[in-house]
């Protein structure tokens, strides 16, 4: 089982929708949880993090944490085509231990129709 | 603004030289920094955590001897593609934690490396 799933995509969601991504981990002792955007061509950049179990809100994205079923989701208001981009999920498994790469999923391609 | 900062952007260098890659932390401390690659329509692949004064760990499948990490200061780590063959051609990208425990990782801008 890979540490990290998402679904691959491309969800496609008109213009002003919720888009919704989802991510579920494999390790039960995963403290912290990552939202990234990256755009083709470009490197990731944090949109959101999350550390907590239940819903964390920042402008036009929610996180939504459930530890008991390892899952993980970015909903995104009133989509936008600059939303259009790929969305990694990361997670960082052992962050008592100082510095640790976070784990990443494979992303999930979101596309915004106008 | 950016964090963490990577030079250059892109380089196009032939088969059997070897390329720099510079990654800096702007206005921290970075006693770790990741450096990942991805290529076309792939995911983030971690190659190696370089660790200021002591030597990189790399992943399995990544040669050590081909990827030299230097990480001399607390702010500056190189990555050095030795012997560069095209199917190294790839994003490069380094990363740190500005705060370690808990915290997010900061992003390079990441460099195009393209073999010829």
């Known amino acids: 089982q890979k540490e990290v799933e998402q679904n691959s995509g491309p969800l496609s969601v008109p213009e002003g929708a919720i888009a919704s991504l989802n991510c579920t981990y494999s390790?039960?002792?995963?403290?912290?949880f990552f939202w990234y955007r990256q755009y083709s061509g470009k490197s990731p950049e944090l949109i959101m993090f999350?550390?907590?179990?239940g819903d964390k809100e920042d402008g036009r994205f929610t996180a939504q944490l459930n530890k008991a079923s390892q899952y993980v989701s970015l909903l995104i208001r009133d989509s936008q085509p600059s939303d259009s981009a790929t969305y990694l999920c990361a997670v960082n498994r052992d962050p008592n231990s100082g510095n640790t790469p976070l784990v990443f999923g494979k992303g999930t391609r979101l596309s915004v129709i106008a | 603004g950016a964090v963490v900062s990577q030079h250059p952007s892109w380089v196009i260098c032939k088969s059997g030289t070897s390329v720099k890659i510079e990654c800096r932390s702007l206005d921290f401390q970075a006693t770790t920094m990741f450096w990942y690659r991805q290529f076309p329509k792939q995911s983030l692949m971690l190659m190696a955590t370089?660790?200021?004064?002591?030597?990189?760990?790399?992943e399995q499948g990544v040669e050590k001897d081909k990827f030299l990490i230097n990480h001399a200061s607390l702010t500056l780590s190189t990555l050095t593609v030795t012997s560069a063959h095209p199917e190294d051609s790839s994003f490069y990208i380094c990363?740190?934690?500005?705060?370690?425990?808990?915290?997010?990782?900061?992003f390079g801008n990441g460099t195009r490396l393209t073999v010829t």
């Open positions: 990363s740190a934690h500005r705060d370690p425990y808990n915290s997010p990782l900061h």
């Open positions: 999350i550390y907590s179990n």
């Open positions: 370089s660790n200021e004064g002591s030597k990189a760990t790399y």
């Open positions: 390790d039960r002792g995963s403290q912290s």
